[in-house]
């Protein structure tokens, strides 16, 4: 079955450091490929997201690029700042499944002063 | 901010006690979904709905069960609480546009005892 894989945290960065969480996927189909983040106390918001192969995601400095030749849809962001702290979730959804996600464990990110 | 409600935020009950947790939407969204989020898996599918009184198992329905009598509505119910329910379940909703993004609610803590 489709499966999302990405790299344990937690990852403790400096302000105005370079982030880079790494995601990979396995599916069956051609999934569409989310970033979902999670604030702590809140639930979960997209963050970005990429219907198809080589498309790039982007919002609040984030960029996500979807890789079909190596399944991979790794997250970046330049400069990070503390407001940047929060839980990051890869996530796919295939097509034929009704909508539903699959999701990664989550990385959190804690991004000190 | 989608309009998604749930009730109650925060319970805590003991083993073998019947618990039911209720989503509210105003999107008028088709498909409504129950996730569990746990330390290491991410979040995990427990059931959906694509419409009223239409509903199917997820990854991890064990122990579970859903009604959705209006569109508005999708309770979750725990017939017999165990400790391995103690989780943090969170209520999605999608309108079933092809690029499958959901909007979440701001979650349920649940404490077995």
């Known amino acids: 079955g489709d499966s999302v894989t990405q790299m344990e945290g937690p990852v403790t960065l400096s302000e105005e450091a370079f982030l880079t969480i790494n995601c990979t996927y396995t599916a069956t189909g051609y999934p569409s490929l989310f970033w979902y983040v999670q604030y702590p106390g809140e639930g979960l918001q997209l963050l970005l997201k990429?219907?198809?192969?080589?498309d790039k995601g982007s919002n609040k400095g984030f960029e996500a690029t979807y890789r079909k030749e190596t399944t991979s849809f790794h997250l970046e962001k330049g400069s990070v700042q503390v407001s940047d702290s929060a839980v990051y979730f890869c996530?796919?959804?295939?097509?034929?499944?009704?909508?539903?996600?699959?999701f990664g464990a989550g990385t959190q990110v804690v991004v000190t002063p | 901010d989608a309009g998604i409600t749930q009730s109650p935020r925060h319970k805590v009950t003991e083993t073998g006690t019947p618990v039911t947790l209720r989503c509210h939407q105003t999107?008028?969204?088709?498909?409504m979904y129950w996730y569990r989020q746990d330390p290491g898996h991410g979040l995990r599918l427990i059931h959906y709905s694509y419409g009223v009184k239409d509903t199917d198992k997820g990854e991890v329905s064990d122990g579970y069960s859903v009604s959705r009598s209006k569109t508005e509505d999708f309770l979750l119910t725990l017939e017999s609480a165990t400790s391995s329910q103690t989780s943090v379940y969170f209520c999605?909703?999608?309108?079933?546009?092809?690029?499958?993004?959901?909007?979440f609610g701001e979650g349920s803590r649940l404490t077995v005892l």
């Open positions: 999605a909703i999608s309108d079933g546009g092809n690029t499958g993004e959901l909007f």
């Open positions: 999107e008028n969204h088709r498909y």
């Open positions: 996530a796919l959804s295939d097509l034929d499944s009704w909508g539903k996600l699959q």
């Open positions: 990429a219907t198809k192969a080589d």
